[in-house]
């Protein structure tokens, strides 16, 4: 779990909570027309603007900004120079088995390409085809968080029109000015907090969890055409270290 993301959102809610308690306390600030028109009228609009297989993934998708899968890269260019040892020893026909057993798809299928004799340029056509589609497929799905903090913010200003409308035809009614002035204040609250402590944020960390995914495949691209085309096992090592931070890139030959 990437507890980065996990204390900043609890870290601000309970600073947003705290700070409103010192005030008037937290339950002046809930109000139901404005949830229903800041949260229900955004989820609707998001409805509108995606695919309902993409909105059935809503949550799927925010659990990875949350717990996203992960690669030890440094454990990844070991197996894959352990691949190199093998097949320049045994030839590539000798991965066959261990292939068969890999759990990361993106390597078993490439190596599985190799080992079926493709050829080198078919091979990384089909892979960088994968990588573009995954890469532009999560990209998508990130900006369901982007758009539903746009949408989250207008539909506060939605709110704030609907409150100040009811609040100047009633201004004959002294009691009714309150209930519809908190309407028009909250509204853009929510919208605010919405986007700004949720939508933004998962955005943003989903796509740098995209960018992280692609990194990977591509180090295992690299890995994968340099066993076919034969490269010795340092010379692959040396190639694969270069996608790790410097202080990261420790070889397993010295």
Known sequence: MDLGTVIGI???????????????GVGAYIDIPSVL????????????????EQMKNFTKIFMIAIKP??????????KLVGFATKARKDGILALESEVNEEENEFLKKGLSMAIDGNEPDNIR??????????????????????????????????GTLIGLVAMLLNMADPSAIG????????????????????????????GIRNDDETLVKQLILTGI????????PRA???????FLEPKERVSQFN
């Open 10 to 24: 609890v870290f601000i809610l309970a600073l947003l909570a705290g700070a409103m308690s010192m005030g008037v």
């Open 37 to 52: 028109i800041v949260i229900g009228g955004s989820i609707g609009a998001l409805m509108i603007s995606f695919k309902p």
């Open 69 to 78: 899968p992960t690669d030890d890269k440094a454990e990844l260019i070991k």
């Open 125 to 158: 056509d089909l892979l960088e085809i994968e990588m573009e589609q995954t890469y532009t497929r999560h990209k998508v799905n990130g900006s369901i968080f982007s758009q539903w903090a746009a949408l989250a913010g207008a539909m506060g200003m939605v």
């Open 179 to 206: 209930p519809s002035m908190a309407v028009a204040l909250l509204t853009t609250m929510y919208g605010a907090i919405i986007g700004n402590v949720v939508g933004t944020p998962i955005a943003i960390i989903l």
């Open 225 to 232: 055409m340099s066993i076919q085309s034969g490269d010795a």
């Open 236 to 242: 692959l090592e040396a190639k694969l270290l270069s």
